[in-house]
């Protein structure tokens, strides 16, 4: 079965960095099966595509294009492990982030439970 | 890229059937044949329900189908039952990135 877990701070201040980590248990991040993704969902409103990676031959990234100047999306293989990166965040990137395994037909078929970023100074 | 359209509400009594649309383009639901639909209970991570537009995942209820046609996907549930009140979101593939709909709030009545 495979599991997926979020985990880093839950407060991060204006203007700053927020990076979250998601620790990929019962399944390889290797797979050239599948992408690795993070979706994000502010209280009260709808899931948001933030981007995702996968490997086949070399690692590529795919990232919403409202959001692509500041994100950061890696692989750790040693540690079965992908992250996120959000630069410059703002009140607005306040929400629950999810990571989640996307097969390769475009559905997300394993989530994480999410985690709550706060940006606030 | 634009989120895809869903209306804000759905609303059924048990027994009966509901149809949730989700508006897309021909850069997303109409180009391609990836649409998924996710159930979101409150507090909790979101549930595939319907993938490739028509195909459910094992342990999913045949009351849960879906179609499309043209620009539009929806999701059918029939015979409603308690446990269906949730959000519902559908997704669809745009061309190397991936697009959400707003979610439908399901009310069984």
């Known amino acids: 079965q495979v599991q997926l877990q979020e985990s880093g701070p839950g407060l991060v201040k204006p203007s700053q960095t927020l990076s979250l980590t998601c620790t990929v248990s019962?399944?390889?991040?290797?797979?050239?099966?599948?992408?690795w993704s993070w979706i994000r969902q502010p209280a009260g409103k709808g899931l948001e595509w933030i981007g995702r990676i996968y490997t086949r031959g070399s690692t590529n990234t795919n990232y919403n294009p409202s959001l692509k100047s500041r994100v950061t999306i890696s692989l750790d293989t040693s540690k079965n492990q992908f992250s996120l990166e959000l630069t410059s965040v703002t009140a607005a990137d306040t929400a629950v982030y999810y990571c989640?395994?996307?097969?390769?037909?475009?559905?997300?078929?394993?989530w994480g439970q999410g985690t709550l970023v706060t940006v606030s100074s | 890229q634009s989120a895809l359209t869903q209306p804000p509400s759905a609303s059924g009594s048990p027994g009966q059937s509901v149809t949730i649309s989700c508006a897309g383009t021909s850069s997303d639901v109409g180009g391609y044949s990836y649409v998924s639909w996710y159930q979101q209970h409150p507090g909790k991570a979101p549930k595939l329900m319907i993938y490739?537009?028509?195909k459910r995942p094992s342990g999913v209820p045949d009351r849960f189908s879906g179609s499309k046609s043209g620009n539009t996907a929806s999701l059918t549930v029939s015979g409603l039952q308690a446990e269906d009140e949730a959000d519902y979101y559908c997704s669809s593939y745009a061309g190397g990135n991936v697009v959400f709909g707003g979610g439908t709030k399901l009310t069984v009545l």
């Open positions: 989640a395994r996307m097969e390769w037909l475009e559905y997300f078929d394993y």
């Open positions: 490739e537009v028509t």
């Open positions: 019962g399944g390889s991040v290797s797979s050239g099966s599948y992408y």
